[in-house]
């Protein structure tokens, strides 16, 4: 009933975000590095989200642990199938605050795509797309169950779906505009985003040359 409720949310969404990126970045490049990035992350929302309480802060926890369970398909002992269902629960939990918050599930889908088939594990790899598929499937079913014993199932579609649907008709040309035009401003109010994006130029050799 008051704002220090938000903030209290906000405070809960972030710090899990943080957990979940320190511990992924630790595993890869250690807890000095890992602490850096993600403090660098943090304050980086302090420039872009401006006061907060925004639609896509509250799937940064969701996003950050579809992220985090990717890099524990190869942990050795156990069987990776509940990881693919727990990517495919989050990602439809980040997809259901906005539903065009696909670029996690994009990445995801492109390195899956280029580790199996690398190593030509086919099976494995359309194995897990359905695993993934499955527990995104799950995790919307259920909201569809809630909207609808709720009696507010059009509403919801419409708030969701239909008004998603009618920004897609946005013309090509628009959106290459607005592209441009967001990428300025991001790197404008923060030069967080221009190191990134020298970071993830620099890094792409290493990908590629790596025999893990």
Same mark, same amino acid.
């Given at each position: 009933?008051?704002?220090?409720?938000?903030?209290?949310?906000?405070?809960? $969404?972030?710090?899990?975000? $943080?957990?979940?990126?320190? $511990?992924?970045?630790?595993?890869?490049?250690?807890?000095?590095?890992?602490?850096?990035?993600?403090?660098?992350?943090?304050?980086?929302?302090?420039?872009?989200?401006?006061?907060? #309480?925004?639609?896509?802060?509250?799937?940064? *926890?969701?996003?950050?642990?579809?992220?985090?369970?990717?890099? !524990?398909?190869?942990?050795?002992?156990?069987?990776?199938?509940?990881?693919?269902?727990?990517?495919?629960? @989050?990602? =439809? =939990?980040?997809?259901?605050?906005?539903? *065009? @918050?696909?670029?996690?599930?994009?990445?995801?889908?492109?390195?899956?795509?280029?580790?199996?088939?690398?190593?030509?594990?086919?099976?494995?790899?359309?194995?897990?797309?359905?695993?993934?598929?499955?527990?995104?499937?799950?995790?919307?079913?259920?909201?569809?169950?809630?909207? =609808?014993?709720?009696?507010?199932?059009?509403?919801?579609? !419409? =708030?969701?779906?239909?008004? #998603?649907?009618?920004?897609?008709?946005? *013309?090509?040309?628009?959106?290459?505009?607005?592209?441009?035009?967001?990428?300025?401003?991001?790197?404008?109010? $923060?030069?967080?985003?221009?190191?990134? @994006?020298?970071?993830?130029?620099?890094?792409? *050799?290493?990908?590629?040359?790596?025999?893990?």
């Amino acid at each position: 009933g008051s704002r220090w409720g938000v903030w209290a949310v906000e405070l809960v $969404s972030l710090s899990a975000a $943080s957990l979940l990126s320190f $511990s992924f970045l630790r595993r890869f490049y250690g807890a000095l590095t890992a602490f850096l990035a993600t403090g660098a992350f943090l304050l980086n929302l302090a420039f872009v989200h401006q006061r907060g #309480n925004v639609t896509e802060e509250y799937a940064l *926890p969701f996003q950050f642990a579809a992220i985090y369970l990717l890099s !524990e398909l190869d942990r050795p002992g156990g069987k990776p199938g509940w990881r693919f269902l727990g990517i495919g629960a @989050m990602l =439809a =939990a980040a997809s259901s605050l906005k539903q *065009p @918050m696909a670029g996690t599930g994009v990445a995801i889908a492109a390195y899956l795509l280029v580790q199996y088939a690398s190593h030509n594990r086919l099976l494995a790899l359309a194995r897990g797309f359905g695993q993934i598929a499955l527990g995104f499937a799950a995790v919307w079913a259920a909201w569809f169950a809630y909207f =609808a014993l709720a009696g507010i199932f059009s509403e919801f579609w !419409e =708030a969701a779906f239909a008004y #998603n649907v009618a920004l897609s008709g946005i *013309p090509l040309e628009k959106r290459i505009r607005a592209l441009f035009s967001g990428m300025d401003l991001l790197y404008r109010f $923060s030069g967080f985003f221009l190191a990134g @994006m020298l970071a993830w130029l620099a890094s792409i *050799p290493d990908v590629f040359t790596r025999d893990d």
